[in-house]
């Protein structure tokens, strides 16, 4: 079960508006799924419930066959569940450097309060390399306050990856990049190592199609089709529900 994620009937309703309707979601170690689907479909509300930064109204959700339904964001972060956000969130008042550490002084073998001196400096050493898997490596000293918000998405992604995960949600993370930005988003993802699942939700269907190995389309809360990306471009309940008047070759 290591690395295994499982939604069983997961509900979150906001008085009667119901964002996330009765979803099954399945990710084995090391799937590369993307969830896509229009504004309101409840893509970004299923990975809050999965993090942990909000709750459900019903259903279960396991990890690693453990029930974490009501377990703490961090519970879940220190049992390797890592994620980034649509607004990506950075302590303006230190370095980028600093930022990325935050992720990698939380890890469960490490202790917040108290670290030997070494092992400071194996992740400090272990962090820089990181920033400069994603090109960042000349930013480590700047002020993350200072930074352009394709930037602060990275180090987002930084700070995540510094957590060594087992599951990575990204949330829109090509939102606001540059292409370079784009290519060097999709270098560091598939250098993630073949046991880290991610769940990746995405407007930008050119990284969808990049990237993911199966598709999970959301419409009004719940899976509408799970496929390739191949598959779901040729389903036609995609096709009304979700591409509505765009061209299906642009979808995935």
Known sequence: MNGSLETVELRRAYGSFVAVDGVDLTVGPGARRALIGPNGAGKTTLLNLIAGTDRPTGGRILWEGRDVTWH?????FRAGIGRTFQHPSVVPGRTVLDNVLLGAWHRPATSRLRLPG?????LTG??????????LADLADRQAG????????????ATALAGRPRLLLLDEPAAGLTDDGIAALLDALRE??????VVLVEH?????????????????GRPLATGTPAEVQAD?????AY???????EAV
């Open 72 to 76: 703490s964001q961090r519970r879940r």
């Open 146 to 157: 200072d930074l352009s918000h394709g930037q602060r998405r990275m180090i987002d992604l």
């Open 118 to 122: 070494r092992t400071v400096r194996e």
């Open 192 to 197: 993630l190592p073949e046991t880290v699942a």
């Open 126 to 135: 272990e962090c820089r390399d990181i920033l400069a898997t994603l090109g």
């Open 236 to 240: 036609e309940a995609v096709r009304e």
């Open 204 to 220: 930008n269907l050119d990284v969808v199609a990049a990237f993911a190995h199966e598709v999970t389309v959301l419409h009004h």
């Open 243 to 249: 591409l509505g008047r765009r061209k299906v070759t």
